[in-house]
């Protein structure tokens, strides 16, 4: 069946460093690939996503890249900050049947 | 513009009890999701209702089942309680069927509703 991974399961930086998190997808039919940030206590928050025909995208200090050959996707945080703080998931969806696939999370944790 | 809501945020069930989780989407969004969050196991796909029918349905035993209604609120019941039932019980919305790609695909989450079972 469908399967998303994630690496790695958790991430410590220092503030001001850069955080990168890897995702690999196993159904060749998923075309949209958004990232959720999600606080203690709180639901996913989607921070940025990608669509299958493109390789890049960027909005201020995160970016998400896409290589459709190799089924992998992944999110950029430069210059992070304490706030980045936060479980972070990468899901792929097949808009066929609307349904996410979400890797198993990465806790980020930027230290002051 | 209000985003999904979800009730109740947090409830407390017995073993064996029903329950219903109630789902608003975000306006002009005729597609609801539910996911599960149980520790441990991560983001589960629970159900897809769009314009009042279901679409599509995740690996959960058949006690598990909702609605939507012609406004597209939505309603989770989970019959029959079970300890591993406890969890984040999660609604989404999104653009429906007829909005077509891309304009369906993004999907949002509310704050979920906490349920444990005891």
């Known amino acids: 069946g469908e399967n998303v991974e994630q690496h790695p399961s958790t991430l410590s930086v220092q503030e001001g460093d850069s955080a990168v998190i890897k995702c690999t997808y196993s159904?060749?039919?998923?075309?949209?690939f958004p990232w959720y940030k999600q606080e203690l206590g709180k639901g996913p928050q989607l921070i940025i996503d990608?669509?299958?025909?493109?390789g890049e995208k960027k909005d201020q200090r995160i970016a998400v890249t896409l290589n459709k050959t190799a089924k992998h996707f992944s999110l950029h945080i430069t210059e992070t900050q304490p706030e980045d703080s936060a479980v972070y998931f990468c899901?792929?969806?097949?808009?066929?049947?609307?349904?996410?696939?979400f890797g198993t999370g990465t806790r980020l944790l930027v230290s002051p | 513009e209000a985003g999904v809501t979800q009730s109740p945020t947090h409830l407390i069930k017995t073993r064996g009890q029903q329950v219903t989780l109630r789902c608003s989407p975000i306006?002009?969004?005729?597609?609801v999701y539910w996911y599960q969050q149980a520790l441990g196991l991560g983001l589960q796909f629970l159900l897809w209702?769009?314009?009042?029918?279901?679409?599509n349905r995740g690996n959960f035993p058949p006690r598990f089942s909702g609605r939507q209604f012609p406004n597209y609120s939505s309603e989770l019941n989970v019959n029959a309680l079970e300890l591993e039932d406890s969890a984040l019980y999660l609604c989404?919305?999104?653009?429906?069927?007829?909005?077509?790609?891309?304009?369906?695909?993004?999907?949002?989450f509310g704050e979920g509703s906490w349920l444990t079972v005891v």
């Open positions: 209702y769009d314009e009042g029918e279901e679409r």
């Open positions: 306006s002009g969004h005729t597609s």
């Open positions: 159904d060749s039919a998923s075309n949209y």
């Open positions: 989404a919305s999104s653009r429906g069927r007829a909005a077509g790609t891309p304009r369906r695909d993004t999907i949002y």
């Open positions: 899901a792929a969806l097949n808009t066929g049947f609307q349904k996410l696939v």
């Open positions: 990608i669509r299958s025909n493109v």
